[in-house]
């Protein structure tokens, strides 16, 4: 993608109260514009950053055998009657002509569980894993952290169903195990860590994973054994791990950038799935849910990953692997073009042929992030070379062409 | 895919209710499932077919330059009191805890054109092409047509930004073209016309694109010399083809799956949206608009592709090319496995392991609509061969499976 063409600019500065670094960064780069405070609009880098993110959990869900469905946003709320969320403060509600009042769905279950009670009547019928990739929205109060707390947020939500806790707590574990690969994958999981988390009504313990991060909401306290952590609101006085027992925790900021739950029956109770076992004896099905947010990963991923001069993307979820900066050189456009394409040509690259100062060319290199910056000049020309520096590091390079 | 794995299962019937033919045969063959009237479950096999249909058409929006963004549905009602559409009778709204008003989008064109000015100043930023593929909401008294009229459906929208009219008419032209391709990449371009439709208080016409169809809500006079069609709408006395002024025109029934609009400067004067010419002179920035539905089309296909026994569907959206149906042959499972994998694996192949009759299995492939069902049975394993029909066509062939 040459730069002259995109028409999302970067910009100087953005509305001062856009407070939170990711949405700072993400906004000057012109990854993202906000609509309201906690909804944004996805400008052409930013999405293609999102849809990077979303491709990885899309493979890793379909390796745990994960079937992919797209649910609706609105859903009647007499389906949240059902389980008692109709009063949830965090609801947006809307009405048909009719006066019928439907919610803007913040999470599925009440779509979920009567969708597949309409499919699973016996024990051969289990286990089902079904996620989707879908836009929740919160009516929260306060959204003042970028894409970190959004009123409108794309969530992955995963539902398995199970014969009995036996069966779910081996998928559980299972889950856990490629929620990590995601977060590798995605560049954050040297600092994401699996913590404990309190289990609601139903359950003992959820599980949160939190990324390290100065900014986090969230406080946990880390083993520095086993690299578990427990949420600050479950942490009990005598502050031990829950895995191994060692008792040096330290307490850590942190973003949640996933959470796995069993909810058990809660839901196939109050809509009642059921299913008839062997000896065709009614039994309710067992449920677990797990999310991850796309949106959310993309802020987390700024707040962890950037210096003063802007966001250093990993190179699994940046848009393009390489920012190409062209200065002078008008007479040698075959010779770029075949650099261009040495580097896996425009879907690789972002390339900077605008006619601006090449100060202002490297300070938005550094503010967009991507993992390598190419300089092609007529100084690295003559020398049938380019110059490439990592965003992460300091030092410069200069390579010949034909070893690119 | 096994078939004994998908947790959509087939069904010999739906609700009364529903009365379009292509509500009922994806509901009954598994692909959706009715949240309410108007707003459907999209299963794995529905999702499947939805993401090849979006496929087609974002392959094609890049082709005449469209850079992909995604905007969000909530959208303050100031915005659509600034363009005069705040009293629409078809707008969802809810409200924040504060008690602002807020709009479930039912287009964009108040998101855009402010969007777009943030970034777009002189005559150098022109032309821009933007596009998103996003759930659409609007509040229609009667939803009675399945995925044909929703309250909550997909959308394809560009929006074109030029200096001049005259810009606006070529890349108008452009898109009219690639339109036609993308019908023709789905499947229906054959019996898909290009119509004059009502302009609206701010250009003369519009146009759609109308798939010729008896169960269409649309009728159109098509020309049978130059297969241009006009909407009854704005057809005049004289009944005349606005492009060869033939009158020999036919009047067909059709649906609506896609239209063009030229916006002009109708909501860059509502949000002034202006560039500086050359001579430093501001002037407003012409618009055009132009929208697939990617669910619609999803029904068009079934109501257009289908016989009694079920839906037939094109080999470019249909979820998987190949239903392959196992008839007995319980140890050969090494044999069936090479078929598998020669007919392109999993990825290619619907497959009917389920332990129930080879007439249940027959009436599923049929009404399931894969383009080529494949039976293998120890009759056809003895020849070495399996037997394959067409879903369009009644002859059946037995073919060796070394040349499959």
């Known amino acids: 993608m040459y730069l002259s063409k995109l028409f999302a600019k970067t910009r100087k500065q953005v509305s001062k109260d856009e407070k939170s670094i990711n949405a700072q960064f993400l906004e000057r780069a012109g990854f993202i514009s906000k609509e309201m405070a906690g909804v944004y609009n996805y400008l052409p880098l930013g999405f293609m950053m999102l849809e990077k993110i979303i491709k990885i959990i ?9 079937q992919e469905i797209l649910m609706p946003t609105l859903t009647s709320i007499k389906s949240y009657k059902q389980t008692k969320r109709d009063k949830l403060d965090i609801l947006f509600r809307t009405k048909l ?32 894993y079904i996620y989707q990739i879908q836009t929740k929205f919160r009516n929260e109060p306060r959204a003042r952290s970028g894409l970190l707390r959004g009123r409108e947020f794309l969530m992955k939500d995963l539902y398995s169903f199970h014969v009995d806790e036996k069966d779910l707590d081996e998928y559980y574990k299972k889950v856990q195990k490629v929620y990590k690969e995601i977060f590798d994958r995605i560049g954050i999981g040297k600092d994401t860590h699996l913590v404990y988390a309190s289990g609601g009504s139903f359950s003992k313990f959820s599980h949160e994973f939190q990324t390290l991060c100065e900014t986090g909401e969230d406080e ?12 600050k609101e479950i942490i009990n006085e005598q502050k031990v791990c829950p895995e191994c027992g060692n008792n040096k925790l330290v307490v850590k900021k942190a973003i949640e950038v996933g959470n796995i739950f069993k909810l058990k029956t809660k839901f196939s109770d109050a809509f009642e799935l059921t299913y008839k076992d062997k000896d065709g004896k009614d039994k309710p099905v067992v449920m677990g849910c797990y999310g991850i947010g796309p949106s959310r990963i993309m802020g987390t991923i700024v707040e962890v990953f950037h210096d003063k001069a802007g966001m250093i993307l990993p190179e699994s979820v940046a848009p393009y692997k390489n920012h190409i ?39 938005d290199a550094d503010l967009m992030g991507m993992p390598y910056r190419v300089v092609i000049s007529d100084k690295t020309l003559k020398k049938n070379s380019v110059e490439i520096k990592k965003r992460s590091e300091d030092k410069t390079e200069l390579v010949k062409i034909n070893k690119l």
Do not use: W
């Not at 261009?340 to 042929?353: F, H, P, Q, R, W």
């Open 325 to 363: 900066v062209i200065l002078g050189s008008r007479n040698q456009e075959a010779g770029i073009r075949k650099i261009i394409d040495k580097l896996g040509g425009e879907d690789n690259c972002l390339i900077d042929d605008r006619e601006i100062s090449a100060g202002q060319k490297f300070a």
């Open 58 to 66: 899309r493979e890793e869900m379909n390796v745990i055998g994960g």
């Open 97 to 128: 002509h009719s006066g019928s009042e439907y919610i803007l769905n913040q999470s599925h279950e009440e779509v979920i569980t009567p969708l597949v009670k309409q499919f699973v009547h016996s024990y051969k019928d289990l286990p089902v």
């Open 220 to 231: 946990i306290y880390l083993c520095n054994s086993c690299k578990i952590g427990v949420n």
